[in-house]
């Protein structure tokens, strides 16, 4: 399968727990996305890389979460002190930038239960 | 800012009959328009795009939609719904070149036999 995966796909921890997810992207792709998907909404976009640079971070980025893409392949998202209000599922997408709107892919997602 | 608009939470439909799920934006300008499609415990999968041109946009699985500016809309309809068909279905907005996607809430669609 040459698509988006996520890792894990479920995550359990308690409030005040530090978690990581990971995303690997379509290998040939150079952009990389982070949604956040709470329950009965759309996904809400996070942050974004070109290769290995973090280009924009959206608001809803607290100084809790940090995301890295290293060497420009796959991504984490690391999310400290978890808080209740961060339950929710976690997106990836990837797309390669080319003239005009790159098209993204999704992968499977990442839910994360804070209890 | 731009926004998204699904006015509708979830429809349902009978199998075979048609389909029109809502979707209207604010942007100034022409944005890029997406319609997503989400199944459980599956990512979203890009059902149709339309950055420009005819203003009638096919995509897969039979969907298709019309962009309409004067009204700031493009709905997605499909003319005979089947059962696998039953999912959410996001639409979306763009004005950033591809790295800013804005989503609707989202319309569930239920699919009675």
């Known amino acids: 399968d040459t698509g988006v995966s996520q890792d894990p796909r479920h995550k359990i921890t308690k409030r005040g727990q530090n978690v990581t997810f990971r995303c690997d992207p379509i290998s040939e792709h150079n952009r990389l996305y982070w949604y956040r998907q709470t329950l009965g909404q759309g996904p809400e976009f996070l942050t974004y890389f070109q290769n290995e640079a973090q280009l924009e971070k959206s608001r809803l980025l607290s100084d809790r979460f940090s995301a890295e893409r290293p060497k420009g392949s796959f991504s984490t998202l690391e999310i400290q002190r978890t808080e209740q209000g961060d339950s929710a599922m976690y997106l990836c997408a990837s797309s390669l930038s080319v003239a005009g709107v790159n098209e993204q892919f999704f992968g499977p997602g990442t839910r994360l239960t804070v209890l | 800012a731009q926004s998204v608009t699904q006015p509708d939470i979830h429809i349902t439909v009978s199998e075979g009959a048609s389909l029109e799920l809502r979707c209207n934006y604010s942007?100034?300008?022409?944005?890029?328009l997406f319609w997503y499609v989400q199944s459980p415990g599956q990512g979203l999968q890009l059902l149709l795009k339309?950055?420009?041109?005819?203003?009638l946009v096919q995509g897969i699985k039979g969907f298709e939609a019309e962009f309409k500016r004067s009204q700031s809309s493009f709905n997605l309809r499909k003319p005979s719904v089947h059962w696998s068909d039953a999912a959410e279905y996001f639409c979306a907005v763009d004005h950033t070149g591809g790295f800013k996607t804005i989503f609707g809430a989202g319309t569930r669609l239920f699919v009675k036999a």
């Open positions: 942007y100034g300008a022409t944005p890029y």
């Open positions: 339309y950055f420009s041109g005819d203003t």
